[in-house]
T-cell receptor, first 109, second 116 residues
């Protein structure tokens, strides 16, 4: 599965949109982009996933570039409860998830 | 829906004893469950993949005789840490993939193991 690169940490003001980038320049055509987050001392939580098209659900939006080499997770109105480590994972459908270091998102009031 | 539970949430045991951790999918059937370990300030490390009714597949470097995994039903997997030592102290997290459904994995809340 392709490797991903994420910033180590980001800050976001409460109520503003949080945009978390992920670089996956070696992604293959059959690999999906998945996002999970982990709030301190809890198990990871599924957020969203996509293959080519942009996706939106009740939690977030996922924007994938046309060449699929990068993507951005958007939390439209960040709250303090969104403070967590966000993991971008690229994986072939049905394969196991391998977690990298992720991005620490700190939402500040 | 898609709730995964773990029991116990915290456990303290003495060095040399064994500890069993249960992982249950509460509202769905899971053909595949995964076990991860997470040390402080580190990411999750996949330990093994278990499929219902078959032997678990362990990741490189994980001792299968030390970390016994049983996936006896479509809703239950157990991880037994045998002859635990202080270096086994960690946060153990399971996840489950829904049978015949969406691909995403649903994670349990984790079990904090402390070996004294």
């Amino acid at each position: 599965d392709a490797k991903t690169t994420q910033p180590t940490s980001m800050d976001c003001a409460e109520g503003r949109a949080a945009n978390l980038p992920c670089n996956h320049s070696t992604i293959s055509g059959n690999e999906y982009v998945y996002w999970y987050r982990q709030i301190h001392s809890q198990g990871p939580q599924y957020i969203i996933h996509g293959l080519k098209n942009n996706e939106t659900n009740e939690m977030a939006s996922l924007i994938i570039t046309e060449d699929r080499k990068s993507s951005t997770l958007i939390l439209p109105h960040a709250t303090l409860r969104d403070t967590a480590v966000y993991y971008c994972i690229v994986v072939v459908w049905g394969n196991k998830l391998v977690f990298g270091a992720g991005t620490i998102l700190r939402v500040k009031s | 829906g898609a709730v995964v539970s773990q029991h116990p949430s915290r456990v303290i045991c003495k060095s040399g004893t064994s500890v069993k951790i249960e992982c249950r999918s509460l509202d769905f059937q899971a053909t595949t469950m995964f076990w991860y370990r997470q040390f402080p300030k580190q990411s999750l490390m996949l330990m093994a993949t278990s499929n219902e009714g078959s032997k678990a597949t362990y990741e490189q470097g994980v001792e299968k005789d030390k970390f016994l995994i049983n996936h006896a039903s479509l809703t239950l997997s157990t991880l037994t840490v045998t002859s635990a030592h202080p270096e086994d102290s960690s946060f153990y997290i399971c996840s489950a993939r829904r049978a015949g459904g969406p691909h995403e994995q649903y994670f349990g809340p984790g079990t904090r193991l402390t070996v004294t």
